[in-house]
Structure formats: C-alpha cells, structure tokens
C-alpha cells in the first residue's frame, strides 16, 4: 500500500467513474476496491497524496473497517483530528440531534445560534482566561489567515516571524508560513510578503550538539523517563531511563534577537507564530527555556505571540493546550520564574513573560472530524475601530453542526479524562519505544520525542555510539520511515510519517487504550525489526 497519487485522463477507470462506482464497491472484494480506487484517482489532482489504497467503511473507536473487510489500527486519526475517536456515541448522538434542528445558521447572517452558545459556554472553560474573544472558521489554515490578519491590524507592522518545520497550512497567507517541506510552497510563488523564518531549536541537528558527541542530548530512555516525570506518570517504569531533559545551547533565541536586528525591526513585526510542539516539521518538543525566553523577547517589543494549536491542542499532548507544558496562564503557576520586563512604550500591550499566547489557533481535535476551527484572541486586540464589521466572516464559520461536535467533543474529553489518558498511553507509549531502541543496535532509533500522544520517532544510520569517539547520530538511509509505515499497514497498523528527515509520528484517538497501546507497540517493533535489519 505505497503513497498513490491521483490521476487519470479518459481512462476506462474514468470512464467507469461515471458508470456506478458506489454499486462496483458493494462487492466487498480487494478487486472491487482495486477499481473504485481507480476511479476515484482518475477524477483526483496528483497533489492530493494518498498514503495508503484503502476505501473506509466504516470506524470505531481506534480501529478502522475497509469495504473488503480488513481492519486497521489508527495511529493517525485523520492526522490527530479524530480526537475522541472514530463516531464516539456522544459525539454522533449531538450530531444528529442538531441536524434535526438547523444545519447551518450563517455566523454572519444571525447574532449567533443555540449551538455556537454552547460552544462559547465550554470553549470559555477550557482556553486560558485571557483569550476571552473567539473567531470561529472551517479549518487550521483559515484560523492562521485571520490571525495574522489580527496581529497586522492590532500593532499597525505588517512582518509575520515563523520557525523553521513549522506547518500552517496550505492557503497562500499559511503557506507562505509553511516551512516543514518544500512541496508545500513550491511553484506557487511569490508568496505572501512580510514573512521571516527563523531557526527552531532542532537539538539533535544542532551543530554545538554534534562538537560534543551529543553528550547534552538525552538519549530515548532519558527522553522517556523525562515524560514519565512531566506528566505524572512516574508509576510507569522506563528501563534505563532517568530523566534528563536537552540542554539546549541557545542559538536559535540569540538568532531570532540578531534577525530582529537585521531584518525585521520591532516596529515592523507584528507577531511571532509557532506549533508549541512542531507537527508536521517532525513532532519536535522545544527546548527547556526556549517558549519562556520567546514570551519573554515578545513581550520586551510588543510583539504578539500566537500559538498554532491545530494540532497539539485540544488535550492531545497531556494537556489541554501544548503551550502549557511551558507557559503558564492567569490559573497556573508560571513553569519558570521569569522577570516582568514591560512592553516598549506606544506599543499594544502584550501578556507577561510567563503568560501564554495572546492569539490561540485550534482545529482538527476540537470538533473529533468535524470541520470546525478557530482562534481565542485577548478582546484588546480586536477593536471595532480596527477591526470593523465585516473584517472578519466566512460562509461556513460556526456551522451548526459542526459546532454541536465540538461542544460534544470538549464534554467527552472532560468527563472522560481523556487529557489524563493521553498522558498516561502517552508515557507507555514512549517507554515501549524506549524499550526498543534499546533492543535495536545503537543508533537505528535515534530519538524519540513528544508529550502525551504526540509522539515522534526519528531513525538514523545504525551507527551510532555512547563511546564518546564515535558519532552517536547519523542520517538514516531515506525512504526508511515510509518503509516502516508500509510495513506496519501490512501488519494492519496506520502509522505517518512526519518531516523532512526520516521520521514517523503516533496520533492515536485521546480514548486508545492500554492494550490498544500495547499492540501498537507490537506492530511497530515488528515493522522496525523487517524493516531496519534488512538494510
């Protein structure tokens, strides 16, 4: 089941498209399915990327039914949007409850509908205090746009600073703030100006780490006993592992500083945007100090500081929101101590050193599918004098339905502890891992990485080394995570890659189990071992 890509032109698979490809797929057979696929690729651009020839019937929970009968373990969850996972029971009880009521009740063209206040009411209870004003859109990179929009409008600067790997869309404003891949942006230049990109602190890359053999690098037993202590999971035993975090050298901070220096003024920048844990740039967890030391540089300038949540938000990472792991809100105490440096004066007033974001963007998660998306923005920031009627809005924004979903999907996280669990499978899932790292020769694993069921996995040379003469990391040979990915949805696992270098992430559904756990971990060790002796 490699990647297929869509494509076709007056084939006889288009031409049977249009001859009841529904009624050719109630064969229930591998054939049929072979068909339909085709089909369906020949009505399909080539950009859309499939990942594996499957045609869904139907899911549960954290498993996944084809037409031809086959079932799969979901470690993707529609790349972590199927949050509470597939058709949880409360999840489509408000769904169809509300489509009997009003499906669609345009944002714009009423003050609000019985759904979007229920939405309001739970969304208040689980955002931080200060970010009391909410924007709802249809998905992740809508919610991008119109926060920059914000920031542009809030602080009268135009230039927008995003890291390297971060991933915010596709459209042609978070695009142009995309940097996981190249793919994503090639050929559709220019791009949206005003965008600076700086470097992230990816240690295990970073050159002062590789001057030291990665001596300041944990190893995944470390990174694992780190979570088990973080997330209050230290019941789960890590062998080998003690907890030691990455001692981060502070380059990609005093980078970001000499940038503001060199190409985009203070004065000129209106916000500074990052994934609190980079998603599809490869599931990197900052550095200890690092959000602490950019709430802090924002804060001195008045620049704003906007928190792409999309994908780690929503209870994901252990969490309700990932920033939280390392900045605090009015209702928590600050992770670090830190000075309380005001923002230069005539500019828009900013949270604190150890606050949180002043723009939250959430998506996928919150709504378990359904498309629904937005952002949670301080009200200062949006005055009607520069923010007047009709700045903001869009057709589908607030969709009922959707909006049911989603305060559907906040209720069951919550009565569930389903924030708690993905702490809990997450620390199992990173101890398993640890596990077979260590079972593997040095260096084929050569971290592992995340919070909560956010977790990557990144594969190198099989060189690697704890002698301090030889390297501990080298580059995996490419198309290895692919590979791997492959070989666990043989074995009837759904797993994706993430980033440019070779690495795979886990998404499971916030509800996986411990046993579901478990059987992933099986499947994955399966797959390494085929996939990563064989070199």
Not at 11 to 27: F, M
Not at 311 to 316: H, N
Not at 344 to 354: A, C, H, K, Q, W
Not at 370 to 393: F, H, I, Q
Request: proline share 7%; net charge neutral.
């Amino acid at each position: 089941m490699a990647a297929a890509m869509g494509g076709g032109s007056g084939s006889s698979a288009s031409r049977a498209a249009g001859k009841g490809l529904a009624v050719l797929l109630k064969a229930g057979t591998p054939s049929a399915m072979r068909q339909v696929l085709d089909g369906v690729y020949a009505h399909t651009p080539p950009g859309v990327i499939k990942f594996n020839d499957l045609v869904v019937s139907s899911g549960a929970g954290c498993w996944i039914t084809t037409t031809d009968g086959h079932r799969f373990l979901d470690m993707s969850s529609g790349i972590g949007a199927v949050s509470t996972g597939h058709c949880h029971p409360a999840v489509v009880e408000a769904v169809r409850h509300q489509a009997g009521r009003v499906v669609h009740a345009q944002q714009n063209v009423f003050g609000a509908h019985e759904a979007m206040v229920n939405l309001y009411d739970r969304l208040s209870a689980v955002l931080p205090p200060s970010l009391d004003t909410y924007f709802l859109a249809n998905s992740g990179a809508e919610a991008v746009d119109n926060a920059v929009k914000i920031a542009r409008a809030a602080t009268g600067r135009q230039n927008i600073i995003a890291f390297e790997g971060g991933f915010h869309g596709r459209t042609l404003g978070s695009m142009a703030l995309t940097s996981s891949k190249t793919i994503y942006r090639q050929g559709f230049g220019p791009l949206m100006p005003g965008v600076h990109i700086a470097p992230y602190p990816y240690c295990l890359h970073c050159k002062a780490q590789e001057a030291r053999g990665h001596a300041c690098y944990p190893s995944p037993a470390e990174q694992a006993a780190t979570v088990a202590a973080t997330c209050g999971c230290s019941n789960i035993r890590v062998k080998g592992g003690v907890p030691r975090d990455i001692s981060c050298c502070g380059g990609p901070l005093e980078s970001l500083e000499w940038m503001l220096s060199t190409q985009t003024a203070p004065s000129d920048t209106a916000a500074v945007i990052l994934e609190p844990i980079l998603g599809e740039g490869g599931f990197l967890v900052p550095p200890p100090g690092f959000l602490q030391g950019l709430r802090k540089l924002c804060s001195k300038h008045g620049i704003l500081l906007i928190a792409d949540e999309v994908q780690a938000g929503a209870g994901r990472t252990g969490r309700w929101w990932g920033h939280q792991h390392w900045l605090s809100t009015p209702t928590e105490s600050p992770p670090q101590a830190g000075d309380t440096t005001a923002p230069s004066s005539g500019t828009v007033p900013s949270n604190g050193p150890d606050d949180g974001p002043d723009i939250l963007v959430f998506a996928k998660g919150i709504a378990s599918g359904y498309p629904l998306a937005g952002l949670a923005v301080r009200r200062e920031l949006v005055p009607r004098d520069k923010m007047p009627p009709g700045t903001l809005g869009g057709t589908y924004g607030a969709n009922a339905v959707a909006c049911a979903a989603a305060s559907a999907t906040i209720d069951v996280i919550t009565d569930e502890g389903l924030v708690q669990n993905a702490a809990r499978r997450g620390t199992q899932l990173m101890a398993g891992l640890a596990d077979l790292a260590a079972e593997l020769p040095p260096g084929l694993i050569a971290d592992i990485r995340g919070r909560g069921l956010m977790v990557g996995v990144e594969f190198g040379g099989g060189s690697g080394s704890s002698d301090g003469n030889l390297p501990r990391f080298t580059p995996a040979h490419k198309g290895v995570a692919s590979a791997i990915t492959r070989a666990c949805a043989a074995r009837g696992m759904l797993l994706l890659t993430a980033g440019a270098r070779e690495c795979v992430r886990f998404l499971p559904p916030l509800t996986v189990s411990e046993d579901e756990m478990q059987q992933a971990l099986s499947v994955f060790g399966e797959a390494c071992r085929e996939v990563l002796l064989r070199q």
